[in-house]
């Protein structure tokens, strides 16, 4: 077992808290930044797997976005004819609610 070896583990205390402050922090970052980044500010190299190994541990998983179809032009038409006949409504007491999910960066990390 591991402590009977006493080999140090590669991710100390330190960087296994670091790596978890930077998904906590910024929730979009790419695995290859928060690798880049633990050599910059602990001066130990931690491999990929390493580092995917501790988030899954944290309980975060990663995906990639969902895709979504573009619009064509007869939509965008409907969304047009829509506007122009509801363009003096009163929307004070109208709440519009949109399922839709729009990522506008890289992947999501979701917990």
């Not at 590669?10 to 695995?31: D, M, T």
């Not at 939509?75 to 949109?98: G, L, P």
């Amino acid at each position: 077992h591991r402590d009977a070896n006493s080999r140090p583990r590669v991710p100390g205390k330190k960087e296994r808290k670091a790596i978890g402050q930077y998904i906590r922090y910024n929730n979009e970052i790419a695995l290859r930044e928060i690798k880049g980044n633990i050599p910059k500010m602990h001066h130990k190299s931690v491999s990929t797997s390493t580092t995917t190994r501790h988030l899954h541990g944290y309980g975060y998983k990663n995906v990639l976005r969902q895709s979504t179809h573009t619009l064509t032009s007869d939509e965008k038409e409907q969304c047009v004819q829509w506007a122009k006949k509801h363009k003096y409504d009163d929307f004070n007491n109208t709440i519009f609610i949109d399922e839709s999910l729009f990522q506008l960066f890289r992947n999501t990390v979701r917990r």
